[in-house]
């Protein structure tokens, strides 16, 4: 089932989302209808929090799309690159943002098993991006004061009620 996304400035995407105790059939729902919510807006990753469900839940388009609960970053690269990005939940901004080239994360897969992943380059940017909505932290955080000060016009736009 397709869900609303929950857009900037929502108090919701400032929360700290929960762990997963136990995947149970819910939770695979609640990874399939980020899937196909993803899919629809044609994004490359989605948070819990962004479908207003505050689970250490999030989803990455890939080759395929995969579903990871309650991922970690164990590792990542002490090389850092900075990409330009979106985010589902800021419409029409992109920001170039610097980010850890590479991370491997530890997580549980859609069946409850415990899996290991390594990524690099846009994939391991995307699962930083995702994670960091599970502590509440957006990628407007991320940027430098001076590219803040520059977004803000181009955020009171977005904020701005559709005429
Ligand atoms: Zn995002």
Redesign the pocket.
């Known amino acids: 089932m397709n869900k609303e996304i929950i857009k900037y400035p929502s108090p919701v995407l400032r929360k700290k989302s929960q762990e997963v105790e136990k995947v149970t059939e819910e939770t695979k729902r609640l990874g399939w209808d980020m899937i196909e919510t993803m899919e629809e807006r044609k994004g490359i990753?989605?948070?819990g929090p962004?479908v207003g469900e505050l689970k250490r839940v999030i989803t990455v388009q890939l080759e395929k799309p995969l579903i990871f609960i309650n991922p970690k970053i164990l590792k990542k690269t002490k090389e850092t690159e900075a990409r330009e990005e979106?985010?589902?939940?800021?419409p029409g901004l992109f920001l170039k943002i610097k980010r850890h080239k590479g991370v491997e994360i530890e997580a549980l897969n859609e069946k409850g098993e415990k899996i290991n992943f390594e990524a690099v380059g846009l994939p391991a940017r995307i699962l930083q991006?995702?994670i960091?909505?599970l502590d509440g932290i957006?990628?407007i955080d991320r940027t430098g004061f001076w590219q803040r000060l520059k977004i803000r016009n181009k955020l009171r736009q977005i904020l701005k009620p559709p005429s």
């Open positions: 990753g989605l948070a962004q979106g985010c589902l939940s800021f991006h995702e960091d909505h957006l990628f």
